[in-house]
T-cell receptor, first 114, second 115 residues
């Protein structure tokens, strides 16, 4: 079975600073993908970034990057130059490659202070 | 706009009533999912489907049923509603397994209250 752990229920960051949201995962499958989603206060879920277990380089998408440390089974999301609009709940998720379904963590609420 | 459409957005049910949450996608995605999100929590998988005619249980299937007669539609049926089913329900879809870097496309959610 797969498990995702997000140990930070809430985080605060000053506008324009960088922030790291933690995610650790557990699986015995060698082939999997890791995902981050954003849920603003309006409630929709938005896909941010993906990292494959065999990818050699960390994924980046604009101001989002994924700090992937395979040996430690961690997939932390780094948001650079935080903006007020980054205030939201962030979910880490994992999908074993041939399983089709994802397992989600309980999320981290990020608040960006002006 | 292309995407996942969920109806209704809000619903209040009385204990013991039944209802169907509708979900439709127009992206020709084979994979579709139903998740529930309890307040302040992550998403729990209720049911999913890998294609028309094929469905499977997730973590929390009790009290729910699904069907998938077409690629586009994946309705979720609640029978004999209970207060424990008060939650926000999300439908999601994704392309085939040959595109592993695709995240889910989510619908806007249905907020259900059982009283």
């Amino acid at each position: 079975a797969q498990k995702i752990t997000q140990t930070q229920p809430g985080m605060f960051v000053q506008e324009k600073e960088a922030v790291t949201l933690d995610c650790t995962y557990d699986t015995s499958d060698p082939s999997y993908g890791l995902f981050w989603y954003k849920q603003p206060s309006s409630g929709e879920m938005i896909f941010l970034i993906y990292q494959g277990s065999y990818d050699q380089q960390n994924a980046t998408e604009g101001r989002y990057s994924l700090n992937f440390q395979k040996a430690r089974k961690s997939a932390n999301l780094v948001i650079s130059a935080s903006q007020l609009g980054d205030s939201a709940m962030y979910f880490c998720a994992m999908r074993v490659t041939n399983a089709g379904k994802s397992t989600f963590g309980d999320g981290t609420t990020l608040t960006v202070k002006p | 706009n292309a995407g996942v459409t969920q109806t209704p957005k809000f619903r209040i049910l009385k204990i013991g009533q039944s209802m169907t949450l509708q979900c439709a996608q127009d992206m020709n995605h084979n994979y579709m999912y139903w998740y529930r999100q309890d307040p302040g929590m992550g998403l729990k998988l209720i049911y999913y489907s890998v294609g028309a005619g094929i469905t499977d249980k997730g973590e929390v299937p009790n009290g729910y049923n699904v069907s998938r007669s077409t690629t586009e539609d994946f309705p979720l049926r609640l029978e004999l509603a209970a207060p424990s089913q008060t939650s926000v329900y999300f439908c999601a879809s994704r392309p085939n397994l040959d595109r592993p870097n695709y995240g889910y496309t989510f619908g806007s959610g249905t907020r259900l209250t059982v009283v």
